[in-house]
């Protein structure tokens, strides 16, 4: 009988902590390494979050709370959903867990049954894939090209619904592309899906806050109010906080399904951290300027990163809407070889090779499901990722 469950051998460990360790580890040997894999701000949190906090330290706050969120962050979440989405939502209709991922999670693991299928646009946020496997289903993947701004069309999502699909998993703007979709392109999408009553909608917003430009963020049951009923919409404060560490996530959706992911939490991890729920309280009702003042710093690195790897011939590197991510691809370099003599013949090989000769830690786009490209985070300092870029052209300068 073997020990390991076989569930577990159907799932990954996720590729993007993978990276982030290698490069930790180069580091402590005394490399030279800038890691551009983690996908957190590097930002602090803001004061006025910590305050709370401690003050709910003070105030011994510190017990057991009701298992999907205490109503104050319940109350708040409602007030963020009616402000930004104009979304309503009672507090009955909302639950918060450890972080958006398990949010996601219980929704999985809440709904799905063998031989459901799950939607996920390619590339994807890595965990998408491994927690439905997890959960028992079976996802489907719809790639969007990068000719597409790494975007899906109605036509896409339209070639994979099937009987037995179940959830739709949508992510705007993506982890990992940054693509940001338009609310004419998202009612493109919510059209097919008003076709198909029997398909849900799982909605990651958590890089809501995070866009540039004229870009406008929107979600599906904003779009199509009709959606309303089978839609989670899910979001955190991780990203437009800076709260990585903090572990909140929430969603908002039918109260069927809220009180059946309250169930599978029930059993698992029970509350989210009672102190970290008090410091979200603070973050969705206390002043929002400063997300303005991070984005601006976003944005500038955003233009940093895409205009010194736009000079790079054989490098495609699409302007992204939001999110703190880009994903050039690398079509045009596959099949040359490095100045160590590595044959570039995949982005795993591509990203293993910048490593190895420069020092910078990039996740190969094999990881989100679409390749050949890489992924960058560039939540980091300008002179970081400057020099990172000034590398990475050296390197491909060197390719024959
Ligand atoms: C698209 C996306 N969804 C969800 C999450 C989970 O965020 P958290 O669990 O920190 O709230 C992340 C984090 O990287 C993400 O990129």
């Not at 939607?119 to 028992?136: E, H, K, N, R, T």
């Not at 037995?164 to 992510?171: A, E, L, Q, S």
């Not at 917003?205 to 919409?233: C, I, K, N």
């Not at 390197?395 to 024959?400: D, E, I, K, N």
Request: aromatic share 8%; charged share 20%; with cysteine.
């Amino acid at each position: 009988m073997p020990f390991l469950s076989d569930t577990l051998a159907r799932v990954k460990p996720s590729p993007t902590i993978a990276v982030s360790n290698l490069a930790a580890d180069l580091k402590a040997q005394g490399k030279d390494v800038i890691g551009l894999g983690a996908g957190e701000p590097d930002f602090d949190t803001p004061q006025n979050i910590k305050d709370a906090a401690i003050a709910a330290i003070v105030a011994g706050k510190t017990k057991y709370t009701a298992v999907d969120g205490i109503p104050e962050l319940k109350k708040a979440i409602c007030a963020k959903f009616k402000r930004d989405n104009d979304l309503d939502y009672t507090p009955a209709q909302v639950t918060v867990g450890t972080g958006g991922k398990q949010i996601l999670y219980n929704a999985l693991m809440a709904t799905l049954n063998p031989g459901d299928e799950v939607i996920i646009p390619a590339p994807y946020w890595v965990s998408y894939p491994d927690m439905v496997l997890l959960a028992g289903g079976t996802p489907v993947f719809v790639e969007g090209p990068s000719q597409n701004g790494y975007k899906i069309t109605p036509e896409d999502l339209e070639a994979a619904i099937t009987p037995n699909t179940k959830w739709f998993i949508f992510n705007s703007p993506s982890n990992p592309t940054g693509a940001g979709y338009t609310a004419a392109e998202l009612k493109g999408l919510t059209d097919v899906l008003m076709r198909h009553p029997h398909v849900w909608v799982m909605t990651d917003d958590m890089y809501e806050h995070l866009v540039y430009d004229d870009y406008e963020f929107a979600t599906p049951a904003q779009v199509e109010p009709r959606l309303y009923d089978r839609t989670l919409t899910c979001n955190g404060v991780s990203k437009a906080y800076a709260m990585t560490g903090w572990r909140i996530g929430y969603a908002a959706g039918p109260v069927e399904l809220i009180k059946a992911m309250g169930k599978v939490q029930s059993q698992s991890t029970s509350n989210p951290c009672s102190v970290s729920q008090w410091a979200a309280v603070e973050a969705l009702n206390g002043p929002q300027d400063y997300i303005a003042t991070n984005n601006e710093m976003f944005k500038r690195r955003r233009d940093l990163v895409v205009s010194m790897l736009s000079e790079i011939e054989g490098m495609d590197c699409p302007v992204p809407e939001g999110a703190f991510y880009v994903y050039p691809s690398i079509a045009g370099l596959i099949g040359k070889t490095t100045a160590a003599g590595t044959l570039i013949d995949t982005d795993e090989t591509f990203a293993k090779a910048l490593l190895e000769e420069t020092g910078v830690a990039v996740v190969f786009g094999g990881a989100f499901g679409l390749s050949p490209a890489f992924r960058i985070s560039y939540a980091t300092a300008d002179e970081t990722l400057r020099e990172a870029c000034t590398r990475i052209q050296r390197f491909c300068a060197a390719l024959t």
